[in-house]
């Protein structure tokens, strides 16, 4: 069964910064290009970021520049570095393939407001 679980999150005023970390199986990082989603109220979930297995990077166009995807298949965990961080990016943070899986993790949750 494939395993993700999301850590990370919390409360930060605009223009502060997170890290998001990722844990996952084996099976889903050792193959699959892996993203970032993110859920805000009242909205769909989305991909904000996406890497490949080779570690090409692609993100949705609110947050080039801001936010960079890494991950180290040595430890099965993903990265979401967030950096200027507005009230927009307030949404439960996943993580999981890309495309993704049926499995979802419990995400985590980030509150930009000052």
């Known amino acids: 069964q494939v395993q993700l679980v999301e850590s990370g999150g919390g409360l930060v005023q605009p223009g502060g910064s997170l890290r998001l970390s990722c844990a996952g199986s084996?099976?889903?990082?050792?193959?699959?290009?892996m993203g970032w989603y993110r859920q805000a109220p009242g909205k769909q979930r989305e991909l904000v970021a996406q890497?490949?297995?080779?570690?090409?990077?692609n993100y949705e166009d609110s947050v080039k520049g801001r936010f960079t995807i890494s991950r180290d298949s040595t430890k099965n965990t993903l990265y979401l570095q967030m950096n200027s961080l507005k009230p927009e990016d307030t949404a439960v943070y996943y993580c999981?393939?890309?495309?993704?899986?049926?499995?979802w993790g419990q995400g985590t949750q980030v509150t930009v407001s000052s």
């Open positions: 890497i490949s297995s080779a570690g090409i990077t």
């Open positions: 084996r099976i889903i990082f050792a193959i699959y290009p």
């Open positions: 999981n393939a890309d495309p993704p899986t049926r499995y």
